[in-house]
């Protein structure tokens, strides 16, 4: 699976950011998918999850309410709706293919990972 992700930019505190990730490969309704982030100087962590058919979706604490994730499976993508923004949002977010039958917020749960899109949020 080649994820590619797209849709990062700079925002103002409170602003909305929608963020796009395209599969191609394998069968990408087969995966369930994530995103993640990584700040400088700070380690990635986990931020939202979907299951292949998108029934179950799972969220970082601090983006609950703020940010929802969603894909299309007849588009192979999968999206990041990000609103309220902070600058504590600020990092590089990668979109990631879980491994099969996998669902989760670790990085080893997932075995495909998108090149990043910078997201910059301003006070």
């Known amino acids: 699976v080649q994820l590619q992700a797209s849709g990062g930019g700079l925002v103002q505190a409170g602003g909305s950011l929608r963020l796009s990730c395209a599969a191609s490969?394998?069968?990408?309704?087969?995966?369930?998918m994530g995103w993640f982030r990584q700040a400088p100087g700070k380690d990635r962590e986990f931020v939202a999850a979907?299951?292949?058919?998108?029934?179950?979706?799972y969220y970082k604490d601090s983006v609950k309410g703020r940010f929802t994730i969603s894909r299309d499976n007849a588009k192979n993508t999968v999206y990041l709706q990000m609103n309220s923004l902070k600058p504590e949002d600020t990092a590089v977010y990668y979109c990631a293919a879980a491994r099969l039958g996998y669902y989760g917020s670790s990085d080893w749960e997932y075995d495909y990972w998108g090149q990043g899109t910078q997201v910059t949020v301003s006070s």
């Open positions: 979907i299951t292949w058919s998108g029934s179950s979706t």
């Open positions: 490969g394998r069968t990408f309704s087969s995966y369930a």
